[in-house]
């Protein structure tokens, strides 16, 4: 284990949506991360929508343009809120949509934060996310094997 203070240290992940948490992440994390999600308006707290990739796009370039200055780039990580395997990614989207998360059908099948459809479809979105956004570390909150799998030499 590594006392704080001693070198080396574990890499420090930030993450955040907004101005100032871009910023810190900026100065200080070997890993940012971004949720691509934020606090639904006029809803209880707690209460999440996931941000269309337009909008992560922008957080992304917002955090690039604070990170300019830096000698050595931070790796960029996404939390992955849902995967769900499946032939039928449109079906699934549409009852996503459903749900109130803020996103239509179409946004929800681009959203990085979302992997829909048979492993080798979410692999190939994963390469698409990291040659998009950035993103070379991805968190997920459900059974990713057979994506990784799939992912293996890439």
Request: hydrophobic share 45%; aromatic share 6%.
């Given at each position: 284990?590594?006392?704080?203070?001693?070198?080396?240290?574990?890499?420090?992940?930030?993450?955040?949506?907004?101005?100032?948490?871009?910023?810190?992440?900026?100065?200080?994390?070997?890993?940012?991360?971004?949720?691509?999600?934020?606090?639904?308006?006029?809803?209880p707290e707690g209460t999440l929508e996931l941000?269309?990739?337009?909008?992560?796009?922008?957080?992304?370039?917002?955090?690039?343009?604070?990170?300019?200055?830096?000698?050595?780039?931070?790796?960029?990580?996404?939390?992955?809120?849902?995967?769900?395997?499946?032939?039928?990614?449109?079906?699934?989207?549409?009852?996503?949509?459903?749900?109130?998360?803020?996103?239509?059908?179409?946004?929800?099948?681009?959203?990085?934060?979302?992997?829909?459809?048979?492993?080798?479809?979410?692999?190939?979105?994963?390469?698409?996310?990291?040659?998009?956004?950035?993103?070379?570390?991805?968190?997920?909150?459900?059974?990713?094997?057979?994506?990784?799998?799939?992912?293996?030499?890439?």
């Open positions: 284990m590594v006392a704080w203070g001693e070198r080396p240290r574990p890499p420090l992940l930030i993450g955040g949506n907004g101005p100032r948490m871009l910023r810190l992440a900026a100065r200080h994390a070997q890993i940012a991360a971004f949720a691509g999600a934020r606090q639904a308006p006029g809803k941000l269309p990739a337009e909008r992560l796009a922008a957080t992304v370039a917002a955090y690039q343009e604070y990170a300019a200055g830096r000698p050595e780039p931070a790796e960029l990580n996404v939390l992955v809120q849902r995967v769900h395997i499946t032939e039928d990614r449109r079906s699934i989207a549409r009852k996503l949509a459903a749900q109130g998360l803020g996103l239509d059908e179409d946004q929800i099948l681009d959203a990085p934060t979302m992997l829909i459809g048979t492993p080798t479809q979410m692999a190939g979105q994963l390469r698409e996310h990291r040659a998009r956004f950035g993103f070379s570390y991805i968190t997920v909150l459900e059974a990713f094997a057979p994506v990784i799998e799939e992912l293996r030499g890439s």
